[in-house]
């Protein structure tokens, strides 16, 4: 008998699905039925129990025929046949036309909301600014965007990727968080089409960013998107000011030329193993850099003192109470520290640090300075250094020539890698352009395994250099990604273990790939970590608020100009004696230098500045150890 049953339920069954297979009109038929078995049995018994209807069949019939009518909306009139025929073929008509009007409507509407969806209507903005491509910078540059827009009340930002217009919103909304009065819109599309482009009016952008991607052919891609963007405003008259970046310092002529004259074009490779050396000759120096390349901190601006023209520029360093003078543009021309007796000319602008634009005016400070506490003795000789670089990737060569430039004799640099790291031809090429006062030694190991670590004498080392591999090629479907920052964590976890074994602080400067590994990192709070992604993306969101700050950078970062550089305070202040930040700005001046603000050594472990004060004021008092830094911009 259950046998019986279950296949008579499995024939309906099929029956059922092969009629619903035939086609929409099956379907409509189907639902008919369902509905006149629902409807008539209930307008029946609404006829049947109502006291007001006559007793008899025929009206009973009628007014069961009315409610159901009214139900399905079929007219219900009565008379005959030809009436209710013509009832019926009325509210068919009525019912076809709301129907298809209804599809029309909903279409329509699906439609436009599918193409809002995927980002392919135009922007109408004016002087926005424009992301062209995604990376982990994107997210650095629409942050500091939206800190500097922050007292604009119709800023915007465009971002265009080759991404889902919800997926590029939802990660900004989690990564940036929410982003004031500036408006953040996304749009889908290539960003190498010339047709996809002015869906972001580029042409009445105020700036357009290009993303360089940490890939093999990143570099190829940022020159294409640069000729798109030429390709889509070759009818405009006035363009936007352009920044981007390339990894190879190959590309960036080809990038300069695509991008038109007036762009900056960086160099990320060279930037980074700027910043890394720096930060392995001067520790904490990486916090500087993230001070004054922050928003949300001081950083650099132009501004015109017609007050200070004729006037040598050592008046402008004690000028300011809540500024720091470093430098002047004459022209499109940096001069970063210059001599404190090169006069000011009417057309000069100063370059200064200060907390905002409207935060520069001029307040005599010179009085404030207290001669009794300057130190009087010569300043801290260089002497040679010893560096351990842990890992090789495409930016330690331009490392080791970094470290070349500004070594003293007797310095030298200790590679540790594994064969499939670095060739031994890489690295004699790497000493060959090294030749001079720098000796480069190389060492093969696994600098993820403890007994690498163990045969090195690591504290005889000034600084010890992490690197990760470059990151691998994309993956093959069902391949997981190899992740560049997984080698130098399990380095820095080894480095940690020695110094809690030892009880001894190594001076570490480690290179990350992703931001967000920064907090995995087996290292102290102040530690110096370069996330190379991060500092261009700062870079690149200063410039495109100044083009002529691209300059100033440029000078800055560079090996051989002038840069900001860590003092120890007893070069310029007397250990122990209580006097106001003026005289440190006075004493330097001496030396030829600019004070921009000091460390303090008993907070280099306490967050979130760990110590670096960045443009203090002028009157601001306080007692300075034979620890404590002051943060200069000069030469070595």
């Known amino acids: 008998m259950v046998r019986r049953r279950t296949l008579f339920g499995d024939r309906a069954r099929y029956w059922f699905d092969s009629t619903l297979a035939r086609g929409a009109a099956v379907l409509v038929l189907w639902m008919a039925l369902l509905c006149l078995a629902i409807v008539l049995p209930a307008s029946a018994v609404l006829a049947w129990t109502d006291p007001d209807v006559p007793a008899s069949l025929a009206d009973r019939l009628a007014q069961v025929w009315r409610h159901t009518g009214r139900t399905l909306r ?17 509210a068919l008509v009525t019912l076809l036309y709301v129907s298809a009007l209804v599809g029309l409507i909903t279409a ?73 009065r500036t408006r953040l819109i996304c749009r889908s599309g290539p960003t190498t089409d010339p047709a996809v482009l002015p869906l972001t009016n580029p042409a009445g952008a105020g700036v357009v960013l290009v993303m360089p991607r940490d890939e093999p052919a990143a570099d190829a891609e940022v020159v294409k998107t640069l000729l798109a963007l030429r390709a889509a405003l070759s009818e405009v008259a006035t363009r936007p000011a352009v920044v981007a970046a390339v990894r190879d310092d190959s590309y960036r002529l080809a990038a300069q030329l695509a991008a038109g004259p007036g762009s900056v074009i960086l160099e990320s490779d060279t930037v980074t193993a700027r910043l890394i050396v720096q930060a392995a000759r001067h520790p904490g120096l990486s916090l500087v850099h993230q001070e004054l390349l922050d928003f949300a901190g001081d950083e650099f601006y132009l501004v015109a003192e017609p007050a200070l023209a004729g006037r040598p520029f050592g008046d402008a360093l004690l000028s300011y109470a809540t500024s720091s003078a470093v430098g002047m543009m004459r022209g499109d021309t940096p001069l970063l520290n210059p001599a404190p007796d090169t006069l000011i000319a009417p057309d000069d602008l100063l370059i200064v640090i200060s907390r905002d634009d409207d935060t520069v005016w001029l307040e005599d400070c010179a009085e404030l300075a207290e001669e009794a506490a300057m130190a009087s003795g010569p300043p801290t000789p260089a002497r040679a250094e010893r560096v351990l670089l842990l890992g090789w990737n495409r930016r330690a060569p331009l490392m080791v020539d970094q470290l070349r430039r500004r070594s003293r004799p007797g310095s030298a640099v200790d590679v540790v890698t ?45 600084s ?154 002028k009157g601001e008092r306080r007692r300075w150890s034979a620890e404590d830094e002051v943060i200069v911009i000069g030469g070595d």
């Open 108 to 180: 329509a509407l699906t439609e436009r909301l599918t193409a809002l969806r995927r980002g392919r209507s135009t922007v109408l903005e004016e002087g926005h600014a424009v992301v062209l491509g995604w990376s982990e910078q994107v997210f650095t540059v629409v942050s500091e965007l939206v800190a500097a827009n922050a007292n604009q009340r119709r800023a915007a930002v465009v971002v265009l990727a080759d991404r889902d217009k919800t997926v590029m919103e939802e990660a900004l909304n989690t990564k940036v968080g929410p982003p004031g």
């Open 74 to 90: 079929l007219g219900g009139a009565t008379g005959p046949p030809l009436r209710v025929a013509m009832s019926v073929l009325l």
């Open 418 to 462: 594994d064969h499939g790291e670095a060739t031994v031809g890489e690295v004699d090429e790497a000493a060959a352009n090294s030749a001079g006062e720098l000796s480069l030694t190389l060492h093969h190991g696994d600098v993820t395994r403890p007994e690498t670590l163990r045969r090195l004498d690591v504290y005889s080392y000034d």
């Open 464 to 617: 010890v250099i992490v690197l990760g591999r470059d990151p691998a090629p994309a993956p093959t479907p069902g391949q997981s990604p190899d992740d560049p920052d997984n080698r130098t964590l399990v380095t820095l976890l080894l480095l940690r273990r020695l110094e809690e074994t030892s009880g001894r602080e190594l001076p570490v400067v480690t290179e990350l790939i992703d931001d967000r590994n920064r907090a995995l990192a087996p290292i102290g709070p102040g530690s110096d970590v370069i996330i190379s992604g991060k500092f261009i993306g700062l870079l690149m969101a200063q410039i495109s608020q100044n083009r002529h700050l691209a300059a100033v950078f440029e000078e800055l970062f560079s090996a051989d100009g002038t840069g900001v550089r860590l003092r120890p305070a007893t070069d310029y202040v007397l250990p122990g004696s209580e006097t106001p930040f003026a005289t440190v700005v006075a004493a330097a001046r001496q030396r030829r230098e600019c004070a921009i603000g000091y460390r303090i050594h008993d907070d280099t472990s306490t967050g979130p500045r760990y110590g670096v004060r960045i443009n203090p004021p």
